[in-house]
């Protein structure tokens, strides 16, 4: 069993930047696949982006270049930092986390088991 808590949201005028984290504990295997989601009011959750253990980051076209996914494989900690946030970034975000391997590890994938509780983002015009 995985528990995932983030947090890191709040609110922030667009052009500015945020640092989401998400705690892992429990029993973490080594090919363990961290995620991103997101959810604004609504729209279905998209994914954002994924990281596998060996630091291959995959991202969602929206926010190529902008957000940027990290972790810390001894602390379990996943990261999400985001720049040159925009309006149409406001929604609630999830970290996510399953035993994909490979190209499975990919933000376009609905089917993780594991989800945090989601923090709420807000980026005003």
């Known amino acids: 069993q995985v528990r995932l808590v983030d947090s890191g949201g709040g609110s922030v005028q667009a052009g500015g930047s945020l640092r989401l984290s998400c705690v892992a504990s429990?029993?973490?295997?080594?090919?363990?696949?961290m995620a991103w989601f997101r959810q604004a009011p609504g729209e279905d959750r998209g994914g954002v982006a994924t990281?596998?253990?060996?630091?291959?980051?995959t991202y969602a076209d929206s926010v190529k270049g902008r957000f940027t996914i990290s972790e810390d494989n001894v602390k379990n900690i996943a990261y999400l930092q985001m720049n040159s946030l925009k309006a149409e970034d406001t929604a609630v975000y999830y970290c996510?986390?399953?035993?994909?391997?490979?190209?499975?590890?990919?933000?376009?994938?609905?089917?993780?088991?594991?989800w945090g509780q989601g923090t709420q983002v807000t980026v005003s015009s």
């Open positions: 996510a986390a399953d035993y994909f391997r490979g190209t499975g590890c990919r933000p376009n994938r609905p089917d993780f088991i594991y």
């Open positions: 429990g029993y973490i295997r080594s090919d363990v696949c």
């Open positions: 990281i596998d253990r060996v630091g291959r980051a």
